[in-house]
Nanobody, 124 residues
Framework: QVQLVEAGGGLVQAGGSLRLSCAASGRPISRYVMGWFRQAPGKEREFVAAINWGGSSTYYADSVKDRFTISRDNAKNLVYLQMNSLKPEDTAVFYC?????????????????WGQGTQVTVSS
């Protein structure tokens, strides 16, 4: 099993930036596709971004493309989500997840391991 712990959430004004991190333990993340998902109040959990095992390929939700960047450091067992030009509609709990399937806009049901989430709030 792999344990995931997110950090870096907080309150930011619209147009600002945040960098989320996800620290993994238990197994090397090089074994997994890593992804970020988010869930706003009253909404379903949705895909945000994913990165393949070696970090050579990424996918993004249309709503965050060109604003968010996912990256990974397999040597440190860390995954990041750099979020720029944040909008109030980005307000959500952001989750880090690990899985084995690689395709565009990965479904949350295809991710095997989840962190506890970190709150991101963007004020207008």
């Amino acid at each position: 099993q792999v344990q995931l712990v997110e950090a870096g959430g907080g309150l930011v004004q619209a147009g600002g930036s945040l960098r989320l991190s996800c620290a993994a333990s238990g197994r090397p993340i090089s074994r997994y596709v890593m992804g970020w998902f988010r869930q706003a109040p009253g909404k379903e959990r949705e895909f945000v971004a994913a990165i393949n095992w070696g970090g050579s390929s990424t996918y993004y939700a249309d709503s965050v493309k060109d604003r968010f960047t996912i990256s990974r450091d397999n040597a440190k067992n860390l995954v990041y989500l750099q979020m720029n030009s944040l909008k109030p509609e980005d307000t959500a709990v952001f989750y880090c997840a690990a899985g084995s399937l690689w395709y565009e806009k990965i479904s949350p049901s295809d991710m095997a391991y989840w962190g506890q989430g970190t709150q991101v709030t963007v004020s207008s």
